[in-house]
């Protein structure tokens, strides 16, 4: 979950090299994004094979926070009123309620993990992540409305509104509720 925040950031900030039509820049970041998954890759299958699938996903996270660091400061270096510490705070922030939702979700999918233990395994596999992201997704959105991260919050009115809209069968439009002019009765005009 780190990593997801990383690689947004990261891919956000290549938007503005390309913006201002360089290509090259990019492309040597990606290099050391790319590095860093490999040796964390090599690394991992050296001395925890058996974890693998977890310890890289904690790999990616870790080259796309290298790759989000080294374009920030490129793109801060190239625009030199480039704001860096507003993006960095944000990320901070966003990092709290994302750590505490990732320990909640993998302490609920580990939990259950020995609980449904005598299903068959992709089953209990199954409902051990599907719980543990449930949960985990809506910690991360109470907890980031909690601390006002904008984005979310406004995710969350978008979504109240898009609830709350009025069934097409009930639309107010084919009501006559607020009408000015009366409708015709039948038989009439």
Request: aromatic content about 8%.
């Amino acid at each position: 979950l780190p990593g997801l925040v990383a690689f947004t950031v990261h891919y956000l900030v290549l938007r503005g090299f390309y913006a201002l039509q360089d290509t090259r820049t990019p492309f040597f970041v990606q290099l050391s994004v790319a590095g860093t998954m490999v040796i964390s890759a090599l690394l991992i299958a050296a001395f925890a094979p058996s974890r693998a699938t977890v310890l890289l996903a904690s790999g990616y996270s870790a080259a796309y926070i290298l790759g989000a660091a080294v374009s920030i400061g490129s793109l801060g270096r190239r625009l030199a009123g480039l704001r860096r510490w507003p993006l960095v705070l944000h990320i901070f922030r966003l990092a709290i309620p994302a750590g505490l939702a990732a320990l909640l979700a993998y302490g609920l999918a580990a939990l259950l993990d020995n609980v449904l233990a005598g299903l068959p395994a992709w089953l209990g596999n199954l409902l051990a992540v599907a719980a543990g992201g449930t949960v985990g997704l809506t910690a991360f959105v109470t907890l980031a409305y909690l601390v006002r991260i904008s984005e979310v919050r406004e995710a969350v009115a978008l979504v109240r509104r898009r609830l709350r809209r009025t069934p097409p069968s009930m639309d107010v439009r084919d009501s006559g509720v607020g009408d000015t002019e009366p409708r015709p009765r039948a038989g009439e005009p």
